[in-house]
Every structure is written in structure tokens, then in C-alpha cells.
């Protein structure tokens, strides 16, 4: 193991919101262990937009998802590795944590609060069945408990069984003996504040993501917005509490093209403004590249290349990476023709040695199927940019 | 389409689907020939049998007959039951209070006890304890209602003497008055807490014979629709906002997962009515039931035919309100067209 990385174990390099070392979910299934992420290691700068990107069941949604240890399980298996991640908590100032050692309770604080998750298809990562009020409040609820009683005007002039009671109702934890007492007056004027002042932070978190009449939007189901103001109401819902972390599961890939580019530029403007980290997973190289700092491109499970965004597309090293560069649609190329990289992705049950990607490397040389190449910084220079090839390897 | 006009526009289609099953009933009925014979005895003459024939329009074409039988519907002459050996309306009510009694207390049982289940198993996938309850479900379905209600009766009535048969102490109930015939709701609205428990008592074993079946339907729904509602993103992204498990789980997947348990729901109840059947013969429960498989056996027209009418116009508004619930929990379900 190299110096720097028995560094990260300890503690985190200041200018790191996050950093990912050597990590390894596997899932059962009947045929054996398929191992979709295998020993994936790669940091976040504080306040950067870091693009992580790899073809559709490369693992890089994986990798997202147990940021907030939200791979099932069963089937899915952590099988090594960390997160570490410094929690700008205000309270306790900043603290560097494992996320994979947190237990449920400590994640679920986490959870929306520091961390924040974009999903794939708006559609169906809101609930059809509840409001968009109901389901943006929830993150108030869980977390601003303080905003909420401020907003309603009831900062501590709560006291006794009232508050506990109130309390008890902000955070959903209320039973049917407490919604009902607090569904008749005296209390139904306090549920009437509070729901008030929620209805005030919840049209508030949906003014900042730029949705036109908040306040009706608000009032209604999923399935009458259109797909980016679904996209537009989840970003609103994740950047409630104004994260460290955003992560963003390819948000756009759902939407239609039009919208793509303004819903890209709401969420570039926004990690401007706060200041946020953001992992961005992609498929698309291009649009990566518009608006990332630092790209990771993933292949079956691993990282085969990093670097800032511009020196991996004009100087991409790995086969790969060169592969997906050359497959980009361009305006100068032959009408009707498409680039593409011959082969297919192999198997990731119970995967032999030696580099992914060898059956569809243009490049290979003799050893390729037997040694692992390792991700290494390419020049003594550049230490930013690393790649994982034995062609590059001394 | 707003609810409320949808459930205009249905009560507006209602009559025309009765009228549609009337005749579809009394033409089925009399396909089984004449109902003459349960009014008739051996001592009656040639003439006395015409008589008798004219008396009930028997002696009119078929078509006809549908339209003395509506005529006598519409103004609450269901005909003479020879079973009863009374008017059908005036041994219907107490009857068709005690099935529903039954039917109700067994839907009550089916509809918590199989929701209840259905959600614990399936937020608990291929644990102990979803595979236990999957096994009292699955022998729920597939056990016949007699033979399960039987063996109910040998063990709780014949060797522990937990539960009694039958509806009931007639001592009890004389006393206090019925506005609507169902014993256990009398006792209480006559604020007697002793009928009140003794037709609970009565009413239990009954009730889970008859629910355990429905139980095991809707139990067996509910766990497959909640597990596919579980791998749905909205689940994770619920999950992704840090709420806790209880609340991804009540809140958010179960309500949804209830959508096409409902539906079912509604059919069940279509199967509790028959189970009525079966249900009260065994346990010699008053009911409509019971005097229905008399009234088949004997060819008791009018009372074939008021019960079956009575019953399909129950399971119209049955279908009703599931479909009003539907639209409740789906809010993308567009009512009407």
C-alpha cells in the first residue's frame, strides 16, 4: 500500500469532502458473487463537482448508493473498504466518519442532511400516491425540526405534554392516540401552525430550484408535473438542508433533451451558491465534461482512469477512456456512422485476474490477462491524473 | 373526474345493472321449471293445483311471469316462501341481519388480520417469520371452508367447550329490542354488556372460520404487492431523506401496495357470501345461508330469487366503494373516462 494511501485511513486531507478507499460490494446470486464494485478507490474535493462515469452496469450507481448504505442486503455484500467523509455538523464542528461503520440510526441522520441523493427517473423516485408537499416536508420534518417551530411561530413557547406532543407530530413519530388529540382543539391550533409553517419551508426549498407558483405545485401528485419539474421538486428535496454531498445519479438521463440543459445549469448553480460537493454519475463523457472540475471513469466494477476533466478528454490514456472519447457523436463525423468499442462488458460473477477489459482492448499486450493493473498517477508531475494500464506501468 | 361525480354517475348506471340482473336471475330460476310444486300438498284436487297455479301466474308464459315478479318487487312482494311458510319479507330482514352479521364480523377479521400479515411478512421477506405466516396462508386458500369449519367445531365446541354454536341465547335477546337485527350492535345500543359478550362469544368462531380463507387471500396479496413496492426508487429515495424504517414502510410503500390488495378485497367479499352458506349450516347460524340451501333443495323459487337479487345488489355497492377507495389511494387513477 503507498504512503498516501495509509494517510486517508487515519484522517482526510483538508481540501477532501470525501474519499473512497478500495471499496468492494459484491451481490449473491445462483450463479456465485458477481462483484460490481471491485476495489474502487477515488476522493472528493470540498466544493468540486467530481464526474463519475462508466456504461449502464459498471457499478457506478452502486458506489453511490452505499454513500448512504443503501445497497439491499441481501443480496448486496460489502465485502472491504471506507468511506470516509467529513461531516461539517455545525454543533460538533467538523468530524471525519466511516460511513460503511455507521449504524442505521447514525446513517439516517446523515441521510438528507449531509448527504443528498438526486435519482435517475424523477417519476419514479417520487412517491405517486402523496403530494409533493408531503413528500418535500419530510425532509424538514426529519431534520429542521427547529425551522419547522420557527416558521410556525412556536419556537419555544412550547412546553410540557404540548411539546412532546407537537414534537412527537414533526417527526412522524406521532400514533393514532396523538393525531387524533391533536386533530381537536386546543392542540388542532398548534397542528394548523405547524403545517403552516411547514407548507412556508417546503414552498420556500421549491422557490430555490427555480418551480414557477410553488405554493399550488405543491399541492399536487407526481403524475400531474411534467419530468423536470418532477426532477426540479427532487433536487428542491435534496438540497433542502443544504448538504456537503450531493449525489446525483445521473439526473438528466430521464429527461427529455430540452430540459437536460436547464436542469444541468440549475444544479451547476446551486453547487456554486452552496458551496456543495457534488458526485455526479454519468454515462455521458461529454456532458461530464461541461460541467464537472475532476472526472473517475469506471469499467466493470474498477476505476481505470481519474483526472481533472479536461486532461482526460484531451489526453485520455487509458484504452477505454480513449474508446468511449472516440465513440462521442460528432458534428464532423460521416453521416450514418457511429464509433464504437467492439465487445461486450464481461461477466462480473466470480471475475478471472488480470485487467477487465482486456477482451475489447485494442492495445493488449501479452500479460494483460494475468496481472491486475492498479490505478497509479501517470507521471511524476501530474500526480492528479492516474490510470490503470500496463501500458503506462514502468 | 371528480369522486363525487363518479359516484353519481354510478349510482345513476345502478338500476339499469339491477334490472339487467333480475332478469338474468328469474330466467336462471326458471330454467329450473316450475316453482309450483313447493305450494302444493297431496290432498289437493286437480282444480285446487290450477287454482293454485293462477294464484302465483303460473299458468301465464314465462315473460309475463318476470313482469308479475317485478310488479310484486317493486312493491315489496317478494312471494311466498315455502321453506318459511311465510312471506319472503317478512323472514327476510331478521335472515339477511344475521348473515351480514357473520359476513361482516368474518370481513372484519379478514381484512385487519390479512393486512396486518400480509405487510409483516412481506417487510420481513424470507425471515421466520414470513415463512410461518406464509404457510398459514397458503393453507388458508387451499383448505375447503366445510372441512376447516368442522374441524373448528370438534375442537372448540366438542373437546374444550370454548366456544358455543348456534346464535345466541334466545333468553337474552328477547328482552332487549333489535332496530337493526345485528345482535352484537342491539346489545350495545340497549347498553346490555352481558348480550353484548354473549354474541361476541357466539359470533367468534363462526367468523374466523369463515374470514380464514379471505384472510389468507388478502395476506397472500398484500406480501407480494408490498415486496414489489419495496424495490421501487421511491423507497430509496424515501430511505435517501433519512427517514426511518417505520415510516418508509407505513407511509410510503405500504399505501401504495394496498392498491391492488383493495381490489381484492372486494372480490373476497363476493366469497364471503358464499362461504355463508356452508358456514351457517355448520354452525347452525340463523342465516340466510341456511335457509338458502333449504330453499335450493326444495325448489323455493321466490326465495332463490329475492336472495340472489339481494346479494348481487350487495356486491354492486361492495364494488362501488372499492373502486372510490381505489381512487383514493391511486391518485392517478382516472375515474370514469
Sequence with gaps: MSPDNLDIQNSLDKDLIASVTDLKVYFESKQGMVHSVDGVSFDIVDGEMMGLVGETGCGKSVTARTFMQLVQSPPGVLAGGNIKFRSKNIKNGSQVIDLLDLSENQIRELRGERIAMIFQDPGKALNPGLTIRTQVAEVFQEHRENDVLEKAGLKNKLSGVTEYFVKKYIKQEAGFLVTTLLKIPPLSTYKKKIDSGINRLVAEALEETQIPNPTKVMERYPHELSGGMKQRVMIAQAIACNPDLLIADEPTTALDVTVQARVLDLIKELQKRHKTSVLYISHDLSLVRRICDRIAVMYAGQIVETGDAETIFNQPKHPYTQGLINALPSMSHERGKLEAIEGIVPELIEPEPGCRFVSRCMRRKANCEEIDPKLKPISEVDKSHKVACLLYEA | ?337
Excluded: C
Excluded at chain 2, 36 to 47: D, K, R, T, V, W
Excluded at chain 2, 90 to 116: Q, R, Y
Design chain 2, 1 to 337: 373526474m371528480q369522486i363525487r361525480d363518479y359516484i353519481i354517475r354510478r349510482l345513476m348506471i345502478l338500476p339499469i345493472l339491477i334490472i339487467g340482473t333480475s332478469i338474468i336471475v328469474f330466467a336462471l330460476t326458471r330454467i329450473g321449471g316450475s316453482p309450483i310444486g313447493i305450494y302444493l300438498s297431496h290432498e289437493m284436487s286437480p282444480a285446487e293445483v290450477q287454482e293454485m297455479k293462477e294464484r302465483f301466474h303460473l299458468d301465464k308464459p314465462v315473460p309475463v311471469q318476470y313482469f308479475y315478479w317485478i310488479k310484486g318487487v317493486s312493491q315489496g312482494d317478494l312471494g311466498w316462501s315455502g321453506v318459511a311458510s311465510a312471506p319472503v319479507v317478512d323472514v327476510f330482514p331478521k335472515k339477511f341481519a344475521a348473515t351480514m352479521e357473520l359476513a361482516i364480523a368474518a370481513g372484519i377479521v379478514a381484512v385487519s388480520l390479512g393486512i396486518a400479515m400480509g405487510t409483516f411478512a412481506g417487510a420481513r421477506r424470507n425471515k421466520i417469520s414470513d415463512h410461518i405466516i406464509r404457510v398459514v396462508s397458503v393453507s388458508g386458500a387451499s383448505m375447503p371452508l366445510f372441512w376447516f369449519a368442522i374441524l373448528l367445531l370438534i375442537i372448540f365446541w366438542v373437546w374444550l367447550g370454548w366456544f358455543p354454536i348456534g346464535r345466541s341465547d334466545p333468553n337474552l335477546f328477547e328482552a332487549i329490542p333489535h332496530p337493526t337485527g345485528f345482535y352484537t350492535i342491539d346489545a350495545l345500543l340497549a347498553g346490555n354488556f352481558s348480550a353484548f359478550r354473549d354474541a361476541i362469544w357466539h359470533l367468534i368462531m363462526p367468523a374466523v372460520a369463515l374470514g380464514y380463507g379471505a384472510t389468507a387471500i388478502i395476506a397472500r396479496m398484500m406480501r407480494s404487492s408490498l415486496i414489489e413496492e419495496l424495490q421501487e426508487d421511491y423507497v430509496d429515495a424515501a430511505k435517501a431523506k433519512g427517514l426511518a424504517e417505520r415510516v418508509v414502510l407505513k407511509k410510503h410503500a405500504r399505501r401504495n401496495a394496498l392498491v391492488p390488495t383493495v381490489t381484492v378485497i372486494g372480490l373476497t367479499f363476493g366469497f364471503l357470501l358464499q362461504g355463508t352458506v356452508v358456514a351457517e349450516i355448520i354452525f347452525r347460524w340463523p342465516g340466510l345461508g341456511r335457509w338458502m340451501a333449504s330453499a335450493v333443495l326444495r325448489g323455493d323459487q321466490a326465495t332463490i330469487m329475492a336472495y340472489v337479487m339481494f346479494t348481487s345488489i350487495l356486491f354492486l355497492f361492495v364494488n362501488l366503494v372499492v373502486d372510490i377507495i381505489y381512487a383514493y389511494l391511486d391518485r392517478r387513477v382516472v375515474l370514469g373516462d
